[in-house]
């Protein structure tokens, strides 16, 4: 059974950097799309960035890209987010997940049997 957490969430100011980090265990990332997605307060969970299931593809929400960059270590079955230049608008909590999905369903979170339980990132001054 394969189970991720996260880590790394905290509360920082606009402009600031942030990288979460996700563990797998109970299994690899081999073979598996792996994704970060985020909720905010009210709204619905929503894609932020993804790699396909080989690893050569890389995704990324409008209003990430430029600012965030995904990453992949799967001799040590970690995944990352790096967050650069924070903005209010990206308050949220941020889960990790993992599925083995098609192209066209990775940035849906139907695409994804995995989940983690979340890591909350604040950003405000």
């Known amino acids: 059974q394969v189970q991720l957490a996260e880590s790394g969430g905290g509360l920082v100011q606009p402009g600031e950097s942030l990288r979460l980090s996700c563990a797998v265990s109970?299994?690899?990332?081999?073979?598996?799309?792996t994704a970060w997605f985020r909720q905010a307060p009210g709204k619905e969970r929503e894609f932020v960035a993804a790699?396909?299931?080989?690893?050569?593809?890389?995704y990324y929400e409008d209003s990430v890209k430029g600012r965030f960059t995904i990453s992949r270590d799967n001799a040590e079955n970690m995944m990352y987010l790096q967050m650069n230049n924070l903005k209010p608008e990206d308050t949220a909590v941020y889960y990790c997940?993992?599925?083995?999905?098609?192209?066209?369903?990775?940035?849906?979170?139907?695409?994804?049997?995995?989940w983690g339980q979340g890591t909350q990132v604040t950003v405000s001054s």
């Open positions: 997940a993992a599925g083995r999905t098609i192209t066209s369903q990775i940035r849906r979170t139907a695409g994804y049997g995995y």
């Open positions: 109970g299994g690899t990332f081999s073979g598996y799309a």
């Open positions: 790699f396909s299931r080989t690893g050569g593809y890389t």
